[in-house]
């Protein structure tokens, strides 16, 4: 009862019927539970066939630590698969991310010190390292350990290139070269990798991708090495927590309260117009449903006061921490399997299965059972962080193994209560890595040898990541010589997967000839035809592109919507080389496929600074002035004439130095540098009038939250458009009065908000004591009576 007395009294006052008691159920005993209780969540719940809470006492009085073999006894895995143990402390401890290498070593990211309590004390301390984890007897668990690199600061993630390492240690991007396993250079590959955000919400994945670049999620660069040089590119903005592809190339990642985003089109194409906010056929929902099915009561999540975060067994019912997916494509599994999305979500301890399938321009997907998932433990303690398909074809699956999972910026004084009454702070030394097998069946490991010959041969193999890491082999050792074999697998077109990989190969080596790619873009396959547009840029030049030229008019000619969207993003690369030609093309998509809205986005992508002209012009060949080209190019010059008047950002963060800080630690990687939102983040805060309205509101949001849609400059923003929730932060220790003064002060005059009253540390604290032991997040109904 003492933790119901913590809230609010508004908050028990206005929260429904069943909510209320809900929260009393899970304190009070369970006699008293059936026999005054049960006949009202009869009432509410209708049928209660399923409501665990009738059924059993599930009170989470504590949660043990368990052995890694414990463990695996608490989980609930599909039918025909077994979990088996690869590594566990004092192994590995606090794993995050891996690598495996070509020896079937294990390169694991260990961030030890990552919230050692609720208010992350010593979490600036260089505990982090980089290990490798061998199996020295062949009975698939590891049993060795070496540290490569250590005294590092919440190391998140690492790729593995040529004779080195990408280490991401925020705020840098380290590229270590190696000798025997050990480091003996260092080199700064960018000192802005995670300039801003907070541990939650910094890039990381360092992703090596089909078509040879390296890319993060919860980022907009990505990055390549050329010889002594690394090449820095923009991109899309993606994802959170983890990112992963397709046999496609195309990535998959998710935010933290949504089950899978992803892309429709090649990842290296369309980031080239500054002024469009978002791009058509980029970071797109691909599974719909983000509902969870735990095997346990889950009342340590960070919002689970909340109406509707828990159901009536106190189990979370939304995703709430979805991190780290992966698209298996290994023969180890079934074929059914194949091309599945495995999304991990520790704060409900569980795996989720979607199947996806391609629908012309669409990925599409859904959930792959009904009420259950492909894998749940009763074990608080589990926390999946990150999946990846292994070198037997099994799915390897990263254990943070802890109980502390919310970083402190959002970590609410709920949580903190849950914390405290299950002891879940300590220990900090655990971590484990499991791998999920079909009963009764090994994955073969592939054996790579130095032989580059042998390496073309593994590009056709049955398992992904032997096929990309032969590739990027091949190209880590610069093995030019196998140019002839890698065309020959081109043109002989009986493996679709191995054709990619030759191609990709073959560019990434730099050998790659225009009369390699002529061929493909006339291939039957779509998406043999799609990897040849893609890959087209990299052979493109002044003595070659009028050959290319008559061959995309004929593609844009024969109704194929696809191939129109890929050329209408390469007219970006035969611009330099003829602005006219490049123009006529984009003209002759705008008349033929105006309407189409991947079209029409591919066509703006090329439009900097001329998207007014080109307007004009495009409506001499389709007057039609209604459909999408048209629309989309009217809403890219409005965010144009509105970013002449956001240029001021700079004068304002002089004035509020602090703030501005704070608004690229804690607000950027939402809503944006430019104040106007992140597509599935968080909607505008330029000219929006909840930031430039009543200061009481905007501080409520600041300090408590907001939750459900919300309604900006006239269009309303909601799930899944945007996350559901903005965070709080409010209780954390980090924050004074005056910082969140100063916040509000920087968002309230920045871009095109000019509000004229000044908010104060007295403000700030007026707000906390009107609203003295609130927990519950705002809607905008209950901003909008406060005034009243």
């Known amino acids: 009862m003492r933790h119901i007395e913590q809230l609010s ?33 009869k009432k509410n719940q209708g049928d209660t066939k399923n409501s665990v809470l009738i ?100 190391p998140r993630a690492i790729c593995l290139i040529e004779n080195g390492i990408l280490v991401a240690e925020p705020p840098y991007l380290w590229y270590y ?25 910094q890039p990381n994945g360092l992703f090596r991708a089909l078509d040879n670049w390296i890319y993060s999620a919860k980022s907009s660069k990505r990055y390549r090495k050329k010889g ?37 089109f090649s990842p290296g194409l369309g980031a080239t117009n500054k002024h469009q906010r978002s791009v058509s056929g980029y970071v797109k929902k691909i599974v719909a449903d983000n509902r969870v099915y735990p095997v346990r009561p889950t009342p340590g999540v960070n919002r689970g006061y909340l109406e509707g975060v828990l159901d009536d067994s106190l189990r979370l019912v939304n995703f709430t921490a979805a991190c780290g997916p992966v698209i298996y494509n290994a023969d180890l599994f079934s074929q059914d399997y194949y091309g599945n999305a495995f999304v991990a979500e520790p704060s409900a301890n569980l795996i989720k299965r979607n199947i996806l399938k ?28 990150s999946l990846y398909v292994g070198p037997d074809g099994a799915m390897y699956v990263v254990d943070l193994y802890r109980g502390i999972i919310q970083h402190k910026t959002y970590l609410t004084p709920y949580l903190k209560n849950e914390i405290k009454e299950r002891s879940l702070t300590q220990p900090l030394s655990c971590g484990r890595i499991y791998k999920v097998v079909p009963t009764n069946k090994n994955g073969e490991v592939a054996k790579f040898s130095k032989d580059p010959n042998q390496l073309v041969s593994l590009l056709q193999h049955p398992n992904g990541w032997v096929r990309n890491k032969a590739q990027q082999l091949l190209l880590d050792g610069k093995y ?40 493909l873009l006339k291939q039957a396959d779509s998406k043999i035809r799609t990897q040849a547009l893609t890959v087209l840029p990299s052979v493109l030049s002044k003595t070659n592109y009028q050959q290319f030229l008559p061959v995309l008019q004929k593609m844009i000619n024969q ?56 307007y004009k012009e495009a409506l001499r060949v389709n007057p039609d002035s209604n459909i999408a080209i048209y629309r989309q190019l009217k809403r890219v010059m409005t965010d144009v004439a509105r970013a002449r008047n956001n240029s001021n950002a700079g004068d304002i963060a002089k004035l509020y130095p602090k703030g501005a800080a704070l608004f690229g630690t804690i607000c950027q990687t939402c809503h944006g540098k430019d104040g106007n939102g992140v597509p599935a983040l968080a909607p505008p805060l330029n000219n929006s009038e909840w930031v430039t309205g009543d200061k009481n509101k905007l501080l409520a949001i600041i300090l408590y939250g907001l939750t459900g849609p919300v309604k900006v400059a006239g269009k309303v923003y909601k799930a899944p458009e945007i996350n559901g929730d903005m965070p709080s932060i409010g209780a954390s220790k980090e924050f004074t009065d005056s910082d969140i003064a100063q916040v509000s002060n920087f968002i309230r005059s920045s871009w095109l908000n000019k509000a004229t009253d000044i908010v104060t540390a007295a403000d700030v604290a007026n707000t906390r004591k009107r609203f003295k032991n609130r927990e519950k997040t705002f809607t905008t109904d209950e901003l909008n009576k406060l005034s009243k």
């Open 358 to 385: 391609d629908d012309g321009y669409r990925i599409d997907g859904r959930e792959a059972y009904v009420k259950k998932e492909f894998l749940a433990s009763e074990d608080e303690r589990f926390r999946p962080v």
């Open 9 to 41: 009294l508004e908050f028990i006052n206005k929260s429904k019927q069943v909510y209320v008691l809900k929260r009393a159920l899970y304190f009070l005993p369970l006699v008293v539970l059936i026999a005054g209780f049960s006949f009202l969540v």
């Open 559 to 614: 109704d194929d919507s696809l191939a129109a969207t890929y050329i209408a993003f390469l007219a970006h690369y035969v611009q330099p080389l003829n602005a006219v030609a490049a123009k006529q093309l984009l003209l002759s998509l705008a008349k033929k496929y105006g309407a189409n809205t991947y079209v029409a986005d591919a066509i703006i992508s090329n439009l900097q600074d001329k998207e007014t002209a080109f």
């Open 228 to 264: 002594s040089k690394w090449l820095i590119e923009k991109t899309h903005f993606r994802g959170q927590w983890g990112i992963t592809q397709d046999d496609q190339g195309r990535l998959f990642y998710n935010t933290n309260s949504e089950n899978l985003l992803g892309d429709y």
């Open 480 to 519: 030019k010589a196998v140019a002839p074999a890698l065309r020959k697998n081109l043109m002989a077109g009986n493996n679709a997967l191995g054709l990619t990989h030759s191609l990709w190969t073959l560019e990434g080596l730099g050998v790659l000839q225009p009369a390699d790619v002529l061929p």
């Open 55 to 154: 059924q059993e006492p599930k009170k989470a009085t504590s949660s043990p630590v368990l052995t890694a073999e414990e463990g695996i006894k608490k989980m609930h895995v599909e039918d025909g698969f077994t979990v088996k143990l690869v590594a566990s402390e004092p192994l590995t401890t606090a794993p995050v991310a891996l690598n495996f290498d070509e020896k079937g070593r294990i390169w694991v990211v260990e961030m030890e010190n990552y919230m050692p309590d609720t208010v992350g004390t010593g979490e600036d301390q260089p505990l982090g390292k980089v290990a490798i984890l061998s199996d020295k007897n062949g009975d698939g668990v590891m049993d060795d350990r070496k540290v490569v690199i250590d005294s590092l600061v919440l």
């Open 177 to 201: 070269d190696l000798k025997d396993d050990k480091p003996i250079n260092r080199t700064l590959v960018d000192a802005k990798y995670a300039d801003a955000g907070n541990v939650e919400h």
